[in-house]
């Protein structure tokens, strides 16, 4: 069993930056490929990010390339979001999980973290 907990969420205005973290239970880290997820009100959730298990193979939905960076630190069980350039759109609750772009009954997710952009 693989227990994630999301933080770093708040309000910020557009333009600004934001860094999400999600630490994960247990000693099988590195062993997972994670991602994060977003979804706001009314909308679908939809894929923003993916990291391989040793953090030398990233991928971005085209939305959010050249402005936010996912990144990972397998000694503290740690995967990161490095959101900057931020937009109204980008508005929403976002979760980490395990596995990468696509949706699969068996992943794991955190309970996930607001993420608010004023204009």
């Known amino acids: 069993q693989v227990q994630l907990v999301e933080s770093g969420g708040g309000l910020v205005q557009a333009g600004g930056s934001l860094r999400l973290s999600c630490v994960a239970s247990?000693?099988?880290?590195?062993?997972?490929?994670m991602g994060w997820f977003r979804q706001a009100p009314g909308k679908e959730r939809e894929f923003v990010a993916t990291?391989?298990?040793?953090?030398?193979?990233?991928y971005y939905t085209d939305s959010v390339k050249g402005r936010f960076t996912i990144s990972r630190d397998n000694a503290k069980n740690t995967v990161y979001l490095q959101m900057n350039s931020l937009k109204p759109e980008d508005t929403a609750v976002y979760y980490c999980?395990?596995?990468?772009?696509?949706?699969?009954?068996?992943?794991?997710w955190g309970q996930g973290t607001q993420v608010t952009v004023s204009s």
């Open positions: 999980k395990t596995g990468g772009s696509s949706s699969r009954d068996y992943d794991y």
């Open positions: 247990g000693r099988t880290f590195s062993t997972y490929t």
């Open positions: 990291i391989s298990r040793s953090g030398g193979s990233t």
